[in-house]
């Protein structure tokens, strides 16, 4: 007698089938839009999803430099660092950072929510942010996607 087999199904490295994906970052909140984008280059939009391979899609983000933080965040969200020295703890504010380089508080925000591991960095690498609407990535032809439909 045949049973069915409902064996749950890996997908390879090989398989794995990546799209250029667009996002326009502008009048959007910091953390609910890199939570989003976060989960699409993680992959776990897809049905195909698998936790060891990087299945997620590349993601181009424009405007970085229009983001938004609601409420004083601004001036109370702190960023610290430690050079290794003693009494070499930095503290930045969010605004510090935005003025240096807008995109940074997209990157730090994405590389909180992805695993930290080899593969964390790897899908990281699938991750292209611009502070203005001009992007690299036109050969790509990536398609723009609303994330309040995600």
Same mark, same amino acid.
């Given at each position: 007698?045949?049973?069915?087999?409902? $064996?749950?199904?890996?997908?390879?490295?090989?398989?794995?089938? $990546?799209?250029?994906? +667009?996002?326009?970052?502008?009048?959007?909140?910091?953390?609910?839009?890199?939570?989003?984008?976060?989960?699409? +280059?993680?992959?776990?939009?897809?049905?195909?999803?698998?936790?060891? /391979?990087?299945?997620?899609?590349?993601?181009?983000?424009?405007?970085?430099?229009? /983001?938004? +933080?609601?409420? $004083? $965040?601004?001036?109370?969200?702190?960023?610290?660092?430690?050079?290794?020295?003693?009494?070499?703890?930095?503290?930045?504010?969010?605004?510090?950072?935005?003025?240096?380089?807008?995109? /940074? +508080?997209?990157?730090?925000?994405?590389?909180?929510?992805?695993?930290?591991?080899?593969?964390?960095?790897?899908?990281?690498?699938?991750?292209? /942010?611009?502070?203005?609407?001009?992007?690299?990535?036109?050969?790509?032809?990536?398609?723009?996607?609303?994330?309040?439909?995600?």
């Amino acid at each position: 007698m045949k049973a069915n087999s409902f $064996k749950t199904l890996s997908i390879r490295k090989e398989d794995v089938q $990546k799209k250029w994906l +667009l996002v326009d970052a502008s009048e959007q909140n910091l953390g609910r839009m890199c939570s989003k984008v976060a989960k699409i +280059l993680r992959g776990k939009h897809k049905a195909s999803f698998t936790p060891h /391979i990087d299945c997620g899609d590349n993601v181009v983000i424009i405007n970085a430099s229009k /983001i938004n +933080l609601t409420g $004083k $965040k601004w001036t109370d969200k702190e960023y610290i660092s430690y050079t290794g020295y003693p009494g070499g703890q930095r503290v930045k504010t969010a605004q510090q950072i935005f003025d240096k380089n807008p995109s /940074i +508080l997209i990157e730090k925000a994405i590389k909180g929510m992805l695993p930290k591991n080899k593969l964390g960095a790897a899908i990281f690498r699938n991750l292209r /942010i611009y502070n203005d609407d001009l992007h690299n990535q036109e050969a790509q032809s990536p398609e723009m996607i609303d994330l309040k439909d995600c």
